[in-house]
């Protein structure tokens, strides 16, 4: 198990393994925010803080929503709006850096 925070620690995220590739998405939105996301069943990862904890955003074509703690501003991981999706991504810039040496990129 894996566990990541956002800055101030009212948002935990637990992995239950470690990514084997992460992608740095270069949508107008997250070229922005700076995330590298992994990709899980929502199942597989648990979210402590959230949502009493965090505020999120919806754009474009409404498929998912943005993640972020509500006090400290950094973005934890996205969410998808369209029924039967499983499918989430977890920012993996909140957990200890030596993780993304680990971590195959994919731009």
């Known amino acids: ?3 990541g925070q956002c800055h ?4 935990t995220v637990t992995l239950p393994t ?3 590739k992460a992608t740095m ?5 997250c070229r922005r925010l700076g995330a590298l996301w992994a990709y899980y069943d929502q199942d597989q990862v648990r979210i402590d803080g959230h949502p009493q904890h965090t505020d999120a955003y919806i754009w474009g074509d409404r498929t998912l929503r943005t993640v972020r703690c509500r006090t400290c501003g950094c973005v934890t991981h996205w969410e998808p709006l369209k029924p039967g999706e499983k ?3 977890v920012n ?4 200890d850096p030596a993780l993304m040496q680990q971590v195959q990129l994919r731009r």
């Open 25 to 29: 998405c270069n949508c107008s939105s």
């Open 92 to 95: 993996i810039r909140n957990f």
């Open 18 to 20: 470690a990514p084997v």
């Open 87 to 89: 499918r989430i991504g």
């Open 8 to 11: 101030c620690g009212a948002v």
């Open 1 to 3: 198990m894996l566990t």
